[in-house]
């Protein structure tokens, strides 16, 4: 992430309403509403938290268009940003959805995962948009 767009995260946290809201976000008091943030500030707020939880966050988009606006807004606050694929499913009997897809969906959702639960080696958190139609 360039040092520009992290201070403005930072400046960002330390407003006096998302900084209460990130407390809580860090103390596990959930859940933590945002119910006042444009849709067009969304990404920002969630590259916010992000750039200060260091968890993994999972947004969920009402459709793939706005996942697509979503992370294209998100990947300019947050270079971890991750677009997780739709799901192929086959329309023709006998007919297999793209492997390259399959490829991409299996290697995100498996990426950093630790079974041993002590965490990830990654040095940022990822977020990952995903759309659900």
């Not at 707020?45 to 793939?64: F, K, S």
């Not at 300019?76 to 694929?85: D, E, G, K, Y």
């Not at 969906?105 to 990952?128: C, E, F, I, M, N």
């Amino acid at each position: 992430m360039e040092k520009n767009n992290a201070e403005f995260l930072r400046l960002a946290a330390v407003a006096e309403p998302i900084e209460h809201k990130l407390r809580q976000i860090g103390a596990g008091n959930f859940p933590v509403s945002f119910s006042h943030v444009i849709e067009s500030a969304q990404p920002f707020l969630v590259a916010t938290i992000a750039e200060h939880d260091h968890r993994n966050i999972w947004v969920i988009c009402p459709t793939v268009r706005a996942q697509e606006l979503f992370f294209e807004s998100l990947s300019n606050w947050n270079s971890n940003a991750s677009f997780l694929p739709e799901a192929e499913f086959a329309a023709v009997e006998n007919v297999l959805p793209d492997p390259e897809i399959a490829a991409e969906r299996l290697a995100l959702q498996t990426s950093g995962h630790d079974p041993s639960g002590a965490g990830s080696a990654r040095s940022q958190p990822r977020v990952v948009a995903l759309g659900f139609a």
